[in-house]
């Protein structure tokens, strides 16, 4: 049990944000009272509790949720630079997940583990490569991370690299396999998704049964989809349509669908999104590295396109902090259309907060700070140079002027993975097995 006393307090909401200095009372990993100053826990407070002040001067916000990420590809860092998405895709990113192994499966995940947590985020929806997944809900399961996530599903590549390609049954068996091992394990934390890659490596057959699955047990679809001109271009002369039409064409689509990227949609898929509830996880820095473009953020916010906001995976980003994404999440949308107004901080930190939440289907559980909420939440120092005036406009200090060095610690449900700069004992521990080749977990 934890009170967190004298901290300024961010919380998200759908109109406004509720911004204060106050005190929080962390108990069974839960936001459990709320105080606003001045008032303040009375005598009821257990002896055995806990006592952290801010002083004033660091701010506590929902821990950031990225809606789209591949912790697998992290090794691969700083090494498919200069390329397009088809000749990234086949020529490194592919060819390196084939060669993942146990080992290599763990320093990676471990490694984007320790970046994600020490930059804010406390959930993300991860896409695996085809093997090992088992691995990676091990790796977040120990370490008390909340994680949504599952197999890359690939069955129908062009000339792919050995070990990458399944049939269309093993992909669907091992994928229910995972489904009912690991979902709602360790204590709710870890969650399944369904992770068909995207139309260029999946059959029919497979994204239509994918749906069925879905629908039958409630779990996310996670995809991509419309992200780069000559992939949009491409299925249109094989199919005569768009990727999500498509998608809706062979009925491989539902409310659970998440689609990373959605750059190019036609105004058909625009209303095929609507209709559907989709959600549209959006990667600035990606799209802009591999040239594919940039997505048209405020139109789909005037819409009221379910959003979130993600860094995707190092060897395309070079970074897993979302701080950066948020900022270029905004100021893509300013400069391009010539609005200073457009996408303000708010409406972008809703995107790894409430939104997020959404996405995740945990809105009644994480995205704000409520009482009977878990408490996932990211502790941020504002007496820093880049965050001075804070209290005059918070939103837009996190936004465009905080960064990775104002990130102190991070608790999700009332753990801390991350504090004081210093992971946990279970997230070192990690970190030691698989940077000793000798200890495999």
């Known amino acids: 049990m934890y009170l967190l006393k004298n901290y300024y307090i961010l919380n998200p909401g759908e109109d406004e944000f509720d911004f204060y200095k106050g005190s929080l009372l962390i108990n069974n990993g839960k936001i459990s009272r709320i105080y606003k100053h001045p008032s303040g826990p009375g005598k009821e407070l257990p002896g055995d509790i806990e006592i952290l002040d801010g002083r ?4 506590i916000f929902p821990g950031f949720i990225q809606s789209h990420i591949h912790l697998c590809q992290t090794l691969h860092r700083n090494l498919a630079e200069e ?72 069955d129908n590549v062009l000339d792919p690299p050995e070990g990458l390609q399944e049939t269309t049954d093993d992909s669907i068996g091992e994928s ?17 998704a369904f992770c068909p890659r995207f139309l260029l490596s999946c059959s029919n057959e ?33 199919t005569g349509c768009g990727n999500i039409a498509y998608l809706d064409r062979i009925n491989a689509l539902n409310s659970n669908t998440v689609i990373a990227h959605g750059v190019h949609l036609d105004d058909e898929e625009k209303e095929i999104i609507e209709d559907y509830n989709l959600a549209i ?12 473009g940039i997505a048209p ?3 789909y916010l005037r819409m009221d396109i379910k959003l979130g906001l993600g860094c995707d995976g190092a060897p395309c980003n070079n970074s897993l902090s979302i701080l950066p994404e948020m900022k270029l999440a905004s100021l893509l949308q300013k400069g391009k259309n010539n609005d200073p107004q457009l996408t303000p901080p708010e409406d972008v930190l809703r995107l790894v ?20 909420l878990e408490a996932d939440l990211v502790f941020i120092d504002m007496d820093t140079p880049q965050t001075y ?50 200890r495999i977990l």
């Open 297 to 299: 953020l405020a139109e």
């Open 389 to 438: 005036n804070f209290e005059k406009n918070p939103t837009a200090t996190l936004v465009y002027g905080a960064d990775a060095r104002n990130i102190l610690s991070l608790m999700v449900r009332g753990n801390f993975l991350y504090r004081d700069g210093r992971f946990s004992e279970a997230i070192q521990a990690l970190d030691r097995c698989f940077n000793n080749p000798m």
């Open 206 to 238: 497979l994204l239509h049964h994918v749906k069925i699955l879905s629908d039958d047990n409630d779990i996310i679809i996670h995809t991509h989809g419309s992200e780069h001109p000559a992939e949009v271009q491409f299925i249109k002369e094989k």
């Open 353 to 372: 907060t409430l939104r997020g939440a959404e996405i995740i289907k945990m809105a009644d559980r994480v995205g704000r700070i409520e009482e009977g």
């Open 281 to 292: 996880a959006h990667c600035p820095t990606t799209n802009l590295k591999l040239g594919s």
């Open 56 to 59: 004033e001067r660091q701010l």
């Open 83 to 154: 390329m397009p998405l088809m000749e990234w895709l086949k020529d490194e990113v592919w060819p390196y997940e084939a060669g993942l192994r146990r080992e290599t499966m763990g320093r990676a995940v471990v490694m984007a583990l320790k970046e994600i947590i020490s930059t804010g985020t406390t959930s993300i929806l991860d896409m695996g490569t085809v093997h090992l997944q088992d691995l990676i809900f091990e790796i977040m399961g120990k370490a008390g991370f909340r994680y949504t996530g599952g197999k890359a599903m690939m």
């Open 176 to 192: 229910v396999r995972l489904m009912e091992t690991f979902h709602r394990q360790y204590d709710r934390l870890l969650h399944y």
